[in-house]
């Protein structure tokens, strides 16, 4: 059966005023343009990109922790619905509640002169969710075990920990408020391979043992593929394309993913030298270019790309594809 909505953005754009502008329409950054996206409760959603495409920008924007310009997010969780634009003082804090954010650098997001304990437990100070000490003291302890994190490790300060060790304070940081939803910001891109994989068995595990739906961001690929059920592609703002994880890796239609999929390295030692680069970069979301964003790199651009933006359109079951050539150009992954 399939899962009822847990988020989802209807046209949402969020734009960064840039200063100057006297003449003329007021410049902005265009840092998410109309983005429709749907996730369903207990997904784990993968949201992939260059540098710079709005991965972030749009993971903040759900958690309204980035400003809604345009459009809106809406959230259901089976308690309360949210449309996240209009949403009053009071429901925010609520919102905060039920919506967290993993940040991507475990080093710089605790503070130092705090015990891992206070860490983990100040959001629930802030938000006024417990009644006393002891009842602080539970809860900390109750999440840190679920973050593999013993009694010990509470008392001591962060820089005592390794990386994988801090992630997981972080995790713990951001789960103790008991939330529906998580925003997993590049979270183990700034770790080891093996520590990765073991923090991301965390993620999992946690996933299934609260029921939490996750918003993946990340830049690798492989990691993706294998902890994702769906994921949606970025391009300066724009989600390209969207698919349940199979389906994008083995039949990509967009040239923007395909062109992602072949910058992969393979592991097979036949393959050598054969990782495409994907040439040029990515336009300046300040001034991006006319019709398809990705018409300055795309080879197979024509006249129609140039000056029309194409929609997301339905290229089979939960598939969606921005091209207006796709059915002519979709590849295969390699
Ligand atoms: N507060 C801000 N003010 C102005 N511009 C911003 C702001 N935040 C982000 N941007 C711009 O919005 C665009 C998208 O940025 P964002 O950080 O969301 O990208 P990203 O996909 O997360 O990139 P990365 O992979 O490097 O983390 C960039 O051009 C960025 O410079
Ligand atoms: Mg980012």
Not at 99 to 127: G, H, K, N
Not at 273 to 289: A, D, F, H, R, Y
């Amino acid at each position: 059966m399939s899962q009822p909505t847990l988020i989802s953005a209807q046209g949402l754009s969020v734009h960064y005023a840039l200063r100057g502008g006297l003449i003329g329409p007021k410049p902005y950054v265009g840092a998410v343009e109309n983005v429709d996206i749907e996730i369903a409760a207990g997904s784990f959603f993968g949201l992939v990109g260059e540098s710079g495409s709005g991965k972030t920008t749009l993971g903040r924007a759900m958690l309204r922790a980035a400003p809604i310009s345009r459009g809106d997010v809406h959230f259901d969780d089976g308690e309360v619905s949210y449309s996240l634009k209009d949403l009053g003082k009071q429901d925010l804090k609520d919102y905060r509640k039920r919506a967290q954010l993993i940040f991507q650098d475990p080093y710089a997001a605790l503070s130092p002169r705090m015990t891992v304990r206070d860490i983990i437990a100040e959001p629930l100070e802030v938000m006024g969710l417990t009644s006393s000490r002891t009842e602080t003291d539970e809860r900390v302890r109750e999440i840190a075990a679920k973050c593999r994190l013993n009694v010990e490790h509470l008392r001591r300060f962060p820089h005592a920990f390794s990386g994988g060790q801090r992630q997981r304070i972080s995790i713990a940081r951001a789960l103790v408020s008991g939330p529906k939803f998580i925003v997993a910001d590049e979270s183990v891109a700034a770790l080891d391979v093996s520590i990765q994989a073991d923090v991301l068995n965390l993620l999992k595990a946690i996933q299934e043992d609260m029921g939490l739906t996750f918003l993946f961001i990340s830049h690798d690929l492989s990691v993706v593929a294998h902890v994702c059920d769906h994921v949606a592609v970025m391009y300066l703002g724009r989600i390209v394309e969207t698919a349940p994880t199979r389906t994008l890796f083995s039949t990509p239609r967009h040239p923007y993913t395909t062109a992602l999929l072949s910058a992969i390295p393979s592991l097979d030692p036949d393959d050598r030298g054969k990782v495409q680069k994907l040439e040029g970069e990515i336009p300046s979301p300040t001034n991006p270019p006319p019709g398809c964003k990705f018409q300055t790199r795309c080879p197979h651009a024509i006249d129609l790309c140039r000056t029309q933006e194409p929609s997301l359109e339905h290229a089979g079951t939960e598939h969606r594809v921005a091209c207006h050539r796709w059915q002519e150009v979709g590849g295969e992954a390699n």
